[in-house]
């Protein structure tokens, strides 16, 4: 049997330029200098400088044009301003590129040896007047014609005077904000971003007895923000365990959580290697509050465990030579889909979720993985190919068109892997073992390696032999009822039900916002079909469900209902109502300065997901969901 380290390609210098052939890797001269200045945080503009060594002739440039994590050709190319290239006192013309908008063409007068490139990058996502993150594939420039990990970058960032910063580039020198790291290759400087404030603390995360170091570095707009109580440090920290616990091996230096606590930048992570930017509500709201905290408890965990599954371990297609050639994201389901059940486990091992808030969150997703009229049509793979487009489609009709899927239904898949492993094995062996059967090895190493579909195969079968092959193809290629979505939920000794009560969970995406993939909102789609924000204006519309039925579209704003004035309590006292007395509701809505009634046939009542344990059955969720033994190696 060949070892599963044999079947997988290591992406080394010569991999990363194969299309020049291993012989033929050309560096470029020299390392580029590159500094950001934010002179003036309240306006939110970096200014660039790069000096690139070069030699005189044509040269193209590129700016990066695939986002890693984005899977999708979104730099911000749009952002730029300002962009001018000289060579000491001498201006150059520069051409872009007529059809790929990301490349710049430019010729290197005869005697120089560099050229000074600037520019501007405005960035309101992720900053504030008092604090910044910047991602430095917004704000530089690359050399067309190398692998972008043989080009050499010394970053250099100039901050306010008194501004902390958080980073896992490895300073040279800091003298009043004035900060050198030390060079890297471009690929590692895309991957690691950095947060800086005013208001700025570090929490030291490392478990005991290991010399590998674990950071939480947290940026906020007010020094009261950043107050994190102990019990929920502790809990980070019992993720850090928890995670070496299930991988049995890490892949970085050290690590960095690059936290920023902000109601007035962008919601998200983003991972990397070693570090993630994770960016959640304000501190007196995130570690205030148990519905803030329940909706972004498992941020951290996904952006950790990428750290394996994505950037250690990743698809092979997806993996680049540089950011210009496309990614290809058919494999998403294993890269987010296996990540966010995985990292939602870990979420419970450490403390961060009850079993209950986890069984709550898979049940709303199950619920609404099953409400996807979607996959009539659409198998789940295409949703994965096309995830540069499905990333940025309309939440209107969603639910007819799909979404990003692989994410939420990645998550049944893998746990029916897992209850599959453990049905097979008599409960010997489960999705841990097939997580370091896959992650486990090469420890401290942080050079990537690549995975085919194969290869999850074959670690599969190392883990149980079965046809896996067949399993997954038939749940990801499939269209209609022959994906078993709720397979896993069923074996695990649970199954998916409705009630007239919506979860905490629920409740928390009505009252607070959404959650890390889920939107806000008054979801009623699975009673009358319907999806409203607070004010009754319909988001979504099930596709062939009553609403539909009854010719409501989203964009549409309910009035009234059954002659009531419309308010959320009153949609649902009515649907409760039209349940006793099996009369239709009566809907007033207006569209486009058009008010009309609509007849909704609907007596279901009221329907909100729970898991309910299936009595005489074993809760296996219990076990999945348990803290394992601490792997004391690191
Ligand atoms: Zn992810």
Known sequence: MIKLSLLLGAVSLAAS???????????????????????????????????????????????????????????????????????????????????????????????????DISFQFPDRERGTPNLMGLQWNDVALYQAGYPTKVQLYEPTLVIPA?????????????????????????????????????????????????????????????????????????EYRRLVEQAQALFHSHHYGDYHFLLTLSDYVSRGGLEHHQSSDDRARSGT???????????????????????????????AQLWQPDFENPEHAKMLWVYEGLT??????????????????????????????????????????????????VYGSPSAWSNWRRQTD??????????????????????????????????????????????????????????????????LNDWIDSVGERVPLLSGIEASGWRLDYSDRPSGYESALENVGEGELEGKGINEM??????????????????NGPAFKAGLAPGMTLLAIDGRAYSTDVLRSEISEAHKSGQPLQITAKSDGVTAFYRVDYVGGLRYPHLVRVPGTTDYLQEILRAKPLDNSK
């Open 162 to 234: 008194g501004w902390r910063y958080g980073t896992a580039l490895k300073t040279v020198e800091d003298q009043a904000g004035h900060v050198t790291f030390k060079p890297v290759s471009f690929n590692t400087l895309v991957d690691s971003p950095v947060i800086a404030g005013k208001y700025f603390r570090e929490f030291d995360l490392t478990p005991a007895g290991s010399t590998v170091h674990r950071y939480l570095d947290v940026v906020g707009d007010s020094d009261g923000t950043l107050q994190i109580p102990e019990t929920q440090i502790a």
């Open 340 to 389: 966010v059940y995985l990292g939602d486990i870990l979420t419970v091992r450490s403390g961060l979720w009850s079993p209950d808030t986890w069984r709550q969150v898979v049940a709303y997703r199950a619920a609404d993985m099953t409400h996807q009229p979607g996959r009539d049509w659409r198998p789940l793979i295409d949703t994965t190919v096309a995830a540069q487009l």
């Open 406 to 471: 692989f994410y939420r239904e990645g998550q049944l898949l893998w746990l029916s892997v897992d209850m599959k492993i453990r049905d097979l094995s008599q409960d010997r062996r489960s999705i841990d073992d097939f997580a370091r059967q896959l992650f486990s090895f090469d420890d401290g190493s942080f050079v990537t390696r690549r995975y085919r579909f194969e290869d999850v195969v074959h670690a599969l079968n190392e883990v149980q032999p079965y046809d896996w092959a067949s399993f």
């Open 526 to 543: 699975f009673s009358v079909g319907l999806f409203l924000d607070g004010e009754g204006k319909i988001e979504d519309v099930l596709w």
């Open 17 to 115: 330029a194969s299309c020049l052939g291993q012989t033929d890797i050309k560096y470029p001269a020299g390392p580029v200098a590159l500094t950001v200045e934010l002179p003036h945080p309240q306006q939110e503009i970096f200014y660039v400088h790069e000096r690139m060594p070069v030699s005189p002739g044509p040269l193209t440039l590129y700016y990066p044009k695939f986002t890693p994590g984005d899977h999708a050709p979104d730099g911000p190319i749009e952002t730029i301003m300002g962009l001018e290239i000289t060579t000491g006192s001498r201006r150059i013309t520069w051409f872009r590129d007529e059809v790929d908008m990301f490349t710049f063409r430019l010729t290197v007068p005869a005697g120089a040896d560099h050229i």
């Open 285 to 315: 709201k995130m570690f205030a509050d148990a519905d803030h905290f329940m909706l972004d408890g498992s941020l951290l965990p996904h952006e950790y465990t990428h750290s394996w599954n994505g950037k250690f371990m990743r698809p």
